[in-house]
């Protein structure tokens, strides 16, 4: 029996006549997979409740920033105690302080940090201070990889291993995105060659240290590793782009579990503990660059707001209880252990996949390592799967190119739950 959301549906048709697409972030419009997005009246846990009376076990967690789940009791109550005493003050407090203190004891290569208020704004001003740093105007970026939604990011991938600034939206001139270089993730050699042409004028590579913006695509071994030999050896910056990844794949990043040293590291998401953060931070040296210290102009009204440092420390604190990070790890391996389990079972050639408490599965027999693998997948067969979970009582992204993300909220029976959900599903959809 489907869904009823006939509640949600008038809602989506009535927010299409004033937000564009009825959305204010486009994967939300279910364009992916089709149908009506359910409209979200409430979290609590680990568990959604939409507009309809539907609940459903959710693992999509606001993309990520809920690591401890909806509504968490510690978090709801330090934010009702901040907001008595302002939301913002333009002015500095010592929650900024705290908050950079506890960046830079999680992440070493980090020395000093800037708060600002998206992923998109902290890449931004991250690219910015590594070609004022360099002197230089190229950056490598990676097909497949999400940086945020300004011009310099926005860039199409070309038929070959490289593709030199072609826009991938109206709207952002030739000029914006011409110093941009794409590469396949994962290619190595790829990276090599661009240096070896462009290498005196290449200011930075920027990289999702795990790609969770394709679907969730780890990277090969050796990778990495080879990104920090190469950006050293030319005298340019690798920027490790953790507004996904950081307090996801370890509690100290994807910088941490994998053992690389970038220059520079982006953030979001966890940092904010579901309201809107971003940071940059990286070596004393460089981050001197910036205003006031410097001459690399960055500001922001709401930096730092007190809200979101409130609830980003008090995340970050239960988080590093001892045990909680381990548990929320575990609980995405039983996840993914339980969807093989059912995979072989069906004699589906897919595998499930995950790293810390990120998790992914594509609908390919491929060995998914960039976009190319990735684009592989049966988008179809996600399609059905996604609204055969849904009714189920599953929700996860709608799309098959995101990655999947687990909660301290979840409990081992709601895994088992899940697990049998997809068992059914699969059944239904296989065909």
């Known amino acids: 029996m489907p869904l009823d959301l006939s509640r949600s549906k008038a809602l989506f048709e009535a927010s299409q006549r004033v937000i564009p697409g009825g959305v204010n972030s486009p994967v939300r419009a279910f364009r992916a997979v089709g149908g009506t997005p359910p409209f979200i009246a409430r979290g609590s846990g680990c568990l959604l409740y939409d507009v ?22 510690e978090v709801v109550a330090a934010l009702q105690e901040a907001a008595t005493r302002g939301t913002s003050f333009g002015a500095p407090t010592e929650l900024e302080l705290r908050m950079a203190e506890k960046v830079i004891e999680c992440l070493p290569s980090v020395e000093v940090v800037r708060m600002v208020n998206s992923g998109t704004e902290a890449t931004m001003s991250a690219i910015r201070l590594a070609r004022a740093y360099t002197g230089r105007t190229k950056v490598i970026k990676f097909i497949g990889c999400y940086h945020g939604h300004h011009d310099a990011m926005l860039v199409r991938a070309g038929s070959g291993a490289t593709d030199l600034g072609v826009p991938d939206s109206p709207g952002v001139p030739a000029a914006a995105a011409a110093e941009t270089i794409s590469v396949h993730y994962n ?17 930075a590579v920027i990289v999702e240290p795990v790609a969770a913006n394709m679907g969730l695509v780890l990277p090969e071994p050796g ?4 990104l920090r030999r190469i950006t050293r050896e030319y005298g340019a910056l690798l920027i490790f782009d953790e507004v996904l990844t950081g307090w996801r794949v370890a509690y100290g990043g994807a910088q941490a579990y ?9 953030l979001g998401k966890v940092i904010g503990g579901g309201l809107p953060v971003g940071a940059y931070g990286g070596k004393r040296e460089i981050m001197a660059l910036v205003a006031p210290s410097g001459p690399v102009y960055q500001a922001g009204t709401l ?8 609830a ?7 988080l590093g209880r001892p045990g909680n990070f381990e548990r929320v790890v575990a609980l ?11 995979l072989e079972e069906l004699e589906l050639p897919y595998r499930a996949r995950s790293v810390g408490t990120l998790f992914g599965l594509f609908f390919t027999p491929e060995r998914v390592v960039d976009y190319a693998t990735a684009l592989t997948a049966d988008t179809r067969l996600f399609s059905r799967y996604h609204h055969a979970m849904l009714k189920r009582g599953i929700y996860l992204a709608p799309s098959q190119f995101e990655a999947g993300f687990m909660s301290l909220a979840h409990t081992e029976a709601e895994i088992d739950a899940t697990v049998a959900a997809a068992a059914e599903a699969l059944r239904e959809v296989r065909g």
């Not at 930096?303 to 409130?310: F, K, Q, R, V």
């Open 303 to 310: 930096s730092g707001n007190p809200l979101a440092m409130t």
């Open 332 to 342: 995405t391996e039983r996840l993914v252990r339980g969807l093989n389990q059912v």
């Open 52 to 73: 309809d009376g539907n609940a459903y076990i959710d693992y999509c967690l606001s993309w990520g920033p809920l690591i401890l789940g909806h509504a968490h009791p």
């Open 258 to 266: 994998y053992g690389v040293d970038p220059d520079l590291t982006t």
């Open 312 to 318: 980003g420390l008090t995340t970050l604190e239960v």
């Open 223 to 226: 990778f990495l590793e080879g």
């Open 187 to 203: 290619d190595l050699a790829g990276v090599e060659a661009v240096f070896r042409q462009f290498g005196e004028q290449i200011a």
